[in-house]
Nanobody
Framework: QVQLVESGGGLVRAGDSPILSCAAS????????MGWFRQVPGKEREFVAQ????????YYADSVKGRFTISRDNAKNTVYLQMNRLKPEDTAVYYC??????????????????WGQGTQVTVSS
């Protein structure tokens, strides 16, 4: 089992640059590729970004490419999502997730084995 806890969400203004964190515990963190997803009410969970187990490769949804950056610190068992130039349409519950899959990219939520509880990010215009 891997337990994931997100933090860093809240109410922000358009153009702000908050950072989300996801702390992992349980199994060896470096065994897992990590992803960030987001979801708004009434819609399916949407892929945001992925980072491979060693941080060598990252992959982004077109909607956030160039604005968001995913990174990880395996020594701290933590993955981050730096969000820049936020827009109101970025408003969602953001989830981090862990996958044992070695597929790259892994943008399908079904490929992920463990999920955090989510953190709300609300972007005001």
């Amino acid at each position: 089992q891997v337990q994931l806890v997100e933090s860093g969400g809240g109410l922000v203004r358009a153009g702000d640059s908050p950072i989300l964190s996801c702390a992992a515990s349980g199994r060896t963190f470096s065994n897992y590729a990590m992803g960030w997803f987001r979801q708004v009410p009434g819609k399916e969970r949407e892929f945001v970004a992925q980072i491979t187990w060693n941080g060598a490769f990252t992959y982004y949804a077109d909607s956030v490419k160039g604005r968001f950056t995913i990174s990880r610190d395996n020594a701290k068992n933590t993955v981050y999502l730096q969000m820049n130039r936020l827009k109101p349409e970025d408003t969602a519950v953001y989830y981090c997730a862990a996958t044992r899959s070695r597929n790259y990219p892994s943008a399908d939520a079904d490929e992920y084995n463990y999920w955090g509880q989510g953190t709300q990010v609300t972007v005001s215009s």
